[in-house]
């Protein structure tokens, strides 16, 4: 598909915000100032930005545990993410989320999720609803190869399948479950090995290519808005960081050649020697967007870092709704 | 009140049809309630009268159907899901209690979850170990959830229809052995609020607190002993979460003495709460401690001979008053 | 007494024409299946050892599983095409007499262009491929076993493929050299994104060593105005556009385009033509090469492909040979080869 020169630097630009938004929270937990679990989203950003740059805003999506680049890409405020991730009152769910709740309705986004798999059948009911109200939106399930392990995932592709849902399930293989290799997980390598079992096509995808990811999830998105139901987008990447923190080498569970020939696979910098060579953006124009985005990533942790914790009167707001449609 | 009658189960379909009728954004997902208008016929006559698309029969997947009803709740309609049996709900745990429950909390209150879980709870149908549950005190435990266990037809449809209107995740519990059971139920729309408890037979020696089938037996009791010259107030709780402590709290005060019963197990039961809360209220007003009826620590036997054993009934209501009553005063 | 070789590109069959056109999805266990009897058909035939190259879909590894003469070669495990690349320079180093490639076209492609020689059984398990077909396992294991034991001589086996060779120049005077094994195409896009080409409006020349008219892709461009078939020399190039003749092409299958054609060209043997950037170079149906404005690609067809084994003509070969029959009074010939080889 044609993607203007613009649209392919604002692709580039919202990979490198998922990029340092990741590094810049990896260093502000390795010196303490953010608490909690941290799963860093860098090396798979093709595939979340290659695949909101397919959707509308009124599109949904839910996300998983490493959830933050699903935000970035489907537009999320640096500032309030920067800020839950440090607990703050100002952040996107006043702190009481922090990272793997991390989500903002008003695009779509509705939630990182800390129970493996259970967006799944999240977005299967917001699929549910597009298709109650006859919209032509969809929804997006982002999850991991591992997720596909688990009930949640089988029932709600059956399910989206079954009633024919605007689903679009785009499986992040990213080679591990946590800790453990894919392949003493399941004993098939291809996600998508799967999906005719539920009777929709599932088809794999370079997920370190965004324009790759983007070209599959159009197609795929383009059929669940003409009614053809859910699909399969099975996109191969890498996380460049452990399952969760900072570290890279010297792991235990993956050799350190593995994680170094991915990086060299590196989506960002792949995709910048192609704007180059195809003539789209100057090195310095590159190098433009990487500036603009250091100081909005440090506006946002400036914003973060002064922004009030929140009171003790949160504690209890939001467990329940007032009112209701009486 | 009306002179027309409804049973128990026809109540909760009329509720959702009316509640249907007047917010096109109510609809119907579960096994089998469309088509076969659910397994005990609860939802008989709703696709009938909605169509396929507001009344959906599912597959067998109890987490995608209550992911169904998150999805569709939080971006915007009014789901009704069914879990057929209460046991069901642990297939359906992660979503009912990690997910429906929490969502608008964890997204710092943003979210609105108005979803209704429907399900058939409680033993006497010889239905063993696995569709005879009751389970109201796993999710009383959960903030975030609502669980409403009604008594008869007319707080059925009121219920419900709050239920219905209502933008926080409720479990509403059906006992599946009164679904049959008829009383007067007015036609039209009408709401019973969540969280009130109603005192349904009013008396001054002892209090006896239940919910669901178990509140019938307690008046059964109340009848029995007020034979004996025992006069018991009894106190249909209704909606367990949120929990209507104050009606109790006054009625122990009056009595001074009170059972909670329940057909749960009763270790560990719902029960227990209400006892805490009554002595954490109405200590000093307390002349004996809080008794509690409940089913013995076992699952739920399949042959009659033992299900009457197991499922607590009205003697054993009325055993537990006297003894509550046999109870000298101190001092 | 020699080996065979096994390539497998695990993705094949998987790729996104599965969300254009109705087509299906080719699992793990239809290729480990073939992969399988490939190994078990050519050991049958006295192949003395069956060298699989391990693939990061795991296809090798589960189908060589158990059987002792089926060795597991190692390689860099990208999951891209360089995987292929370096499994057919490690066959040939090996000194595989004949090697089964299963994937698509660009799957040959990629052997070839780890080794030019390789004497090839290509087999089809994708979408629209023109260069391998739809070959039983076990007849291609078998025919390669006949190749790999002497039996039957490779030159009797089949014969060498044509080859589409470009040479491009790059506005900075940088020189790089592509293949092709049934055509290359000018597109009008930026990039390769998924790489299928599924956009026949931006399709602008066609270069066909085969040219095919039972097909789909952009061979069938070619095949349905002027047929190449494998054992003729030389080529076609095909213009797209203008206002004049218009054909009817499936680009993809199920879609039936109507193409605007201004005009065709044969190729003769050892001929060639240039054409100018910029646009994005398909290779046998993918989209491979960007062109940048102002580079040129020099296209040439000629029979220096790999070498195609032909797994009818072989096991014909075998047959009128009697090469399947068993000696009398072999003791030593079990009445059954298991399939379920080894411990």
């Known amino acids: 598909m044609e993607l203007t020169p613009a649209q392919q630097l604002a692709m580039h630009k919202s990979m490198v915000r998922i990029r340092l938004f990741e590094e810049a929270a990896g260093k502000l937990m390795e010196t303490g100032q953010m608490p909690g679990f941290l799963h860093l989203y860098v090396g798979q950003e093709a595939v979340a930005v290659g695949v909101c740059e397919a959707l509308r805003v009124d599109d949904y999506i839910t996300s998983t545990h490493r959830g933050h680049g699903h935000l970035v890409a489907k537009g999320g405020d640096l500032a309030k993410m920067m800020a839950e991730l440090m607990g703050k009152a100002t952040g996107y769910c006043g702190g009481k989320g922090g990272s793997m709740h991390i989500n903002d309705l008003s695009l779509g986004m509705l939630g990182a999720n800390g129970i493996v798999g259970a967006g799944v059948p999240i977005a299967v009911g917001a699929g549910f609803r597009n298709k109650y109200l006859g919209s032509d939106q969809v929804a997006v399930a982002f999850f991991g190869d591992a997720s596909t392990n688990i009930g949640a995932f089988h029932e709600a592709a059956n399910m989206a399948c079954a009633l024919h849902l605007p689903v ?55 059929r669940a808005r003409r009614g053809e139901g859910p699909a399969l987008v099975e996109a191969k990447t890498y996380r460049f960081y452990n399952h969760h923190g900072i570290q890279t080498l010297g792991v235990k569970y993956r050799p350190d050649a593995e994680v170094i020939a991915w990086k060299e696979r590196d989506p960002i910098f792949t995709f910048e020697d192609r704007l180059v060579e195809g003539g789209v953006a ?23 870092e002064n922004s009030p914790y929140p009171e003790p009167s949160a504690l209890l707001a939001g467990v329940y709704t007032a009112g209701g449609a009486k | 009140m009306s002179d027309r009658t409804l049973t128990y189960g026809q109540a909760f379909s009329e509720a959702i049809r009316l509640e249907m009728e007047a917010d096109p954004n109510v609809f119907i997902a579960g096994e089998d309630v469309g088509a076969h208008g659910g397994v005990f016929h609860t939802f008989d006559g709703v696709q009938s009268e909605f169509g396929e698309r507001r009344a959906v029969d599912t597959p067998i997947s109890e987490q995608a159907i209550i992911g169904l009803g998150v999805g569709a709740a939080v971006t915007g309609l009014r789901p009704i899901v069914d879990l057929m049996f209460m046991d069901f709900s642990l297939v359906a745990a992660d979503q009912i209690v990690n997910q429906a429950a929490k969502l608008k909390y964890m997204f710092g209150g943003e979210a609105k979850l108005p979803m209704v879980i429907t399900t058939h709870g409680g033993a006497g149908l010889s239905a063993a170990a696995q569709h005879s549950q009751s389970l109201e005190a796993l999710f009383c435990h959960i903030p975030g959830l609502q669980v409403v266990f009604p008594s008869n037809a007319y707080d059925v449809k009121g219920l419900m229809a709050s239920a219905i209107l209502e933008d926080n995740p409720v479990l509403f519990v059906l006992h599946k052995r009164m679904l049959g059971l008829k009383g007067p139920v007015p036609e039209g729309r009408y709401t019973v609020p969540l969280g009130q408890a109603m005192v349904t037979r009013e008396g001054s020696d002892v209090t006896v607190v239940s919910w669901g089938r178990t509140h019938n037996e307690a008046l059964a009791a109340a009848e029995t002993l007020a034979g004996e010259g025992v006069q018991v107030e009894v106190i249909d709780l209704r909606t367990l979460s949120p929990l ?10 009056k009595t001074n003495r009170v059972v909670v019963a329940h057909e749960a197990v009763r270790f560990g039961g719902f029960g227990a709460e209400v006892a805490a809360q009554i002595q954490e209220e109405a200590f000093d007003y307390l002349d004996a401690p809080v008794g509690r009826v409940g089913a013995p620590f076992s699952p739920v036997p399949f042959t009659p001979a033992l299900e009457n054993l197991y499922v607590p009934d009205a003697a054993r209501i009325a055993e537990s008053v006297r003894a509550a009553l046999a109870r000298p005063l101190l001092g | 007494m020699g080996s065979v070789g096994i390539i497998v590109n695990p993705w094949a069959g998987k790729d996104v024409r599965r969300l ?37 879909g795991r296809i090798a590894e589960r189908a060589a599983k158990a059987i002792d003469r089926a060795v597991l070669v190692d390689g860099p495990g990208t999951g891209s095409a360089l995987d292929t690349r370096r499994a057919a320079a490690q066959m040939a180093e090996l000194g595989c007499a004949a090697v089964a490639v299963l994937g698509g076209d660009g799957t040959s492609r990629d052997v070839t262009m780890g080794w030019r020689d390789a004497p090839i059984i290509p087999i089809s398990t994708g979408t629209n491929n023109v260069f391998p077909g739809f070959v039983d396992g076990s007849s291609a294991g078998t025919a390669a076993g006949l190749v790999a034991s002497g039996a039957v001589a490779l030159a009797d086996a089949g014969r060498r493929a044509k080859l589409l060779t ?13 293949i092709a094994l049934v055509d290359m195409a000018l597109i009008a896009e930026q990039g390769t994104g998924a790489r299928a080409v599924v956009r026949s409006d931006l399709i602008r020349l066609v270069v066909a060593a085969l040219a095919v008219p039972a097909s789909t892709g952009l061979s069938a461009i070619a095949g349905r105005t002027s047929p190449v078939a494998a054992d003729e020399e030389g080529g076609v190039v095909v213009r797209l556009g203008g206002e004049g003749r218009r054909v009817r092409v499936p680009i993809v299958p199920g879609s039936f385009d109507v193409l605007p054609i201004a005009s065709i060209d044969r190729l003769a043997d050892g001929g060639s033509i240039t054409v100018e950037g910029p646009g994005v170079l398909a290779y046998d149906g993918e989209r491979d090469r960007v062109l940048p404005a102002g580079s040129t690609a020099t296209i ?32 030593t010939a079990a009445t059954r080869t298991e399939a379920h080889h080894g411990h």
């Open chain 1, 282 to 304: 100057s090195r310095d124009q590159i190098e433009e967007q990487w500036a603009q985005v250091r100081a909005d990533i440090a506006a946002a942790i400036e914003f973060a």
């Open chain 2, 244 to 253: 209507d402590t104050a009606t109790v709290v006054a009625s122990v005060k």
């Open chain 3, 20 to 56: 254009h056109a109705p087509v299906g999805h080719t699992p793990d266990t239809a290729k480990i299946g073939i992969v399988r009897r490939v190994i078990l058909g050519a050991l049958d035939v006295g192949a003395e050892r069956v060298h699989v190259a391990r693939d990061v």
């Open chain 3, 300 to 331: 040439t067809v000629a029979r220096t492909g790999p070498f195609v084994i032909d797994v009818a003509r072989t096991l014909r070969a075998a047959a009128d040979h009697h090469l399947f029959d068993v000696a009398p009074g072999d003791s």
């Open chain 1, 168 to 222: 679009v399930f785009v499986c992040e293989h990213n080679m591990y479950g946590e800790y453990t290799p894919t392949e003493k997980a399941m004993a098939i390598a291809d996600v998508v090995d799967r999906a005719a079992g539920y009777g929709m096509p599932g088809v794999i995808v370079d997920g370190m290519d965004v324009l790759a990811v983007h070209e599959a999830t159009l197609e795929a998105v383009a």
């Open chain 3, 166 to 178: 470009a040479d491009i120049a790059l506005p900075g005077g940088d020189r790089i050299q592509d």
